[in-house]
């Protein structure tokens, strides 16, 4: 019960059931990730924005269809580079993400209240440092 992989896999299930609560049922954190990315780099393309959100390029694939179909972002060809497509949000899209963004303060707020904020600031910090090694190890490959 003490595993770090059974603790961060229960607290990844904690963070689903609060963010279908306070954050949205119909959009997910990913989803939420590359519309954040894009509000602030538009105009770039899938791989970079795979690399941004630290998404793999299956996983970001999947979601740039999905938010293409619901109307939240938009493939567009690079002016400079016709055989290149570029992604940008909708209207929509900009919309969504102004009322949700908001939404995961509140989020954060709740997960992070059994803690101080000394606590919360060392807990970051130490999954900060977690997700960099387990990205340096996946670099690695076998």
Same mark, same amino acid.
Request: glycine share 6%; net charge positive; hydrophobic share 40%.
């Given at each position: 019960?003490?595993?770090?992989?059974?603790?961060?896999?229960?607290?990844?299930?904690?963070?689903?059931?609060?963010?279908?609560?306070?954050?949205?049922?119909?959009? !997910? @954190?990913?989803?939420?990730?590359? $519309?954040?990315? #894009? /509000?602030?780099?538009?105009?770039?393309?899938? +791989?970079? =924005?795979?690399?941004?959100?630290?998404?793999?390029?299956?996983t970001?694939?999947?979601?740039?269809?999905?938010?293409?179909?619901?109307?939240?972002?938009?493939?567009?060809?690079?002016?400079?580079?016709?055989?290149?497509?570029?992604?940008q949000? !909708? @209207?929509?899209g900009?919309?969504? $993400?102004?009322? #949700? /963004?908001p939404?995961?303060?509140?989020?954060? +707020?709740? =997960?992070?209240?059994?803690?101080?904020?000394?606590e919360?600031?060392?807990?970051?910090?130490?999954?900060?440092?977690?997700v960099?090694?387990?990205?340096?190890?996946?670099?690695?490959?076998?």
């Amino acid at each position: 019960m003490r595993q770090p992989g059974h603790l961060a896999r229960r607290l990844q299930q904690s963070s689903y059931l609060l963010w279908s609560s306070i954050v949205s049922d119909d959009v !997910t @954190a990913p989803q939420l990730v590359v $519309l954040s990315v #894009l /509000a602030g780099a538009p105009g770039i393309d899938q +791989r970079t =924005l795979g690399e941004r959100a630290s998404l793999d390029r299956s996983t970001v694939a999947d979601i740039v269809s999905r938010l293409v179909r619901r109307g939240l972002l938009e493939r567009l060809r690079d002016p400079a580079d016709r055989r290149r497509n570029v992604l940008q949000l !909708t @209207a929509d899209g900009r919309a969504t $993400l102004a009322r #949700l /963004a908001p939404r995961t303060t509140t989020l954060n +707020r709740v =997960l992070l209240a059994p803690l101080d904020l000394d606590e919360q600031e060392a807990l970051l910090q130490l999954l900060g440092r977690l997700v960099e090694a387990g990205e340096r190890l996946r670099a690695k490959g076998p």
